[in-house]
């Protein structure tokens, strides 16, 4: 099977990539489901106890909290931290199918390939930049408001060296592309 061009590898990717957009949106429309739970329970309109009974977690990134009484010291830098992954996912994604969609085109190095791979560097940056200072937030608010919550919060900050090795791929690869598609360019005019 070739790796490029119609009938490739990259047209099965590309199918993936495809269920991978639609599975986003859904974690996203979870998420909302999940904050407008939250806001019916802190109005008393809801209670969580009899969705997520009396020793389940909450847990989104790093942060993981009792389901039955979540705190919105924890809950909402948590929540923001979901929000910043599924729209920093949406974004890498977007950007991966207009990639492979020029992989299945036969055109590897087109112009605008490099801008996408930049992009889907940038944003795996602001994504684990986001998921740091919003942990470093989250232990700020319980230090300052949350006297006698600390024990039922837990919090645990790793540094993530496949993701930070996976972007520093991704910026040789950007500029390979760049540069391929410079040569490119370069070799149609002298033909």
Not at 15 to 43: K, P, R, S
Not at 120 to 142: F, K, P
Not at 169 to 185: D, T
């Amino acid at each position: 099977m070739r790796a490029l061009g119609k009938g490739s590898i990259a047209e099965i990717i590309r199918v993936g990539l495809v269920l991978a957009w639609a599975g986003l949106w859904l974690c996203g429309a979870a998420l909302a489901a999940v904050a407008v739970a939250y806001a019916l329970n802190a109005l008393g309109l809801v209670d969580m106890h009899a969705f997520f009974g009396a020793g389940a977690r909450l847990q989104v990134d790093e942060v993981s909290v009792p389901a039955a009484s979540p705190s919105w010291l924890v809950v909402a830098p948590a929540f923001l931290a979901g929000v910043v992954i599924v729209c920093g996912g949406l974004v890498i994604v977007w950007h991966l199918r207009r990639l492979f969609d020029s992989f299945c085109s036969g055109q590897p190095f087109a112009t605008q390939n490099a801008s996408h791979l930049r992009a889907i560097w940038v944003t795996m940056v602001g994504i684990e930049l986001a998921r740091y200072l919003l942990l470093a937030l989250t232990g700020l608010l319980l230090a300052k408001f949350g006297a006698g919550l600390e024990q039922h919060v837990q919090i645990k900050l790793h540094l993530n060296l496949g993701t930070w090795a996976s972007i520093l791929i991704l910026v040789v690869l950007a500029e390979v592309f760049r540069e391929g598609a410079r040569m490119q360019a370069e070799q149609e005019l002298t033909i």
